[in-house]
C-alpha cells in the first residue's frame, strides 16, 4: 500500500510542476491553486506511504527522482524544450543513484 501512496505522490507532484508556468508567476489564480494543491496533496501522499511504512530516504529518493525525470520527459514531449546530452546524462545519474538507494537498502 505504501507504494500506492508514493505512485499518487509523484503523479501529483508532476501535476503541480506542469502548472508553474501556466501560474504566470503566481499572478493566475486557477493555475496557482492547481499547482499548490497539487504539491500538498503530493506531501501528504508521501507522508502516508513514510507512516505505511516506507522508509524516509527510499521514498524521497524514488518521489524527487522518478518526479524530475517524469517532468524532464515531460517538458521534451509535451512543452517541446530542448534537451541536451548532459541532461540525458543527468537523468541517467539521477535514476541510477535512486536504484543504488534502493539497492543498499534492500535487506
Known amino acids: 500500500m505504501a507504494y500506492v ?7 501529483t507532484e508532476i501535476f503541480g510542476t506542469s502548472l508553474l508556468k501556466a501560474t ?6 486557477w ?7 497539487g504539491y500538498a496533496v503530493s ?8 507512516q ?4 524516509v530516504s527510499i521514498g524521497y529518493a524514488i518521489w524527487s527522482g522518478l518526479g524530475t525525470t517524469l517532468i524532464v520527459l515531460i ?3 509535451f512543452l517541446h524544450q ?5 541532461q540525458i546524462g543527468g537523468m541517467v545519474l539521477v535514476i541510477a543513484g535512486v ?9
Not at 5 to 11: K, N, V
Not at 99 to 107: E, I, S
Open 5 to 11: 501512496y508514493l505512485l499518487f505522490a509523484i503523479g
Open 24 to 29: 504566470d508567476g503566481f499572478t493566475r489564480l
Open 31 to 37: 493555475p496557482t491553486m492547481g499547482c499548490l494543491g
Open 43 to 50: 506531501i501528504l501522499a508521501l507522508s502516508l506511504a513514510v
Open 52 to 55: 505505511r511504512g516506507m522508509n
Open 75 to 77: 517538458s521534451v514531449f
Open 82 to 86: 530542448p534537451v541536451s546530452a548532459v
Open 99 to 107: 536504484v543504488a538507494l534502493n539497492l543498499g537498502g534492500a535487506h
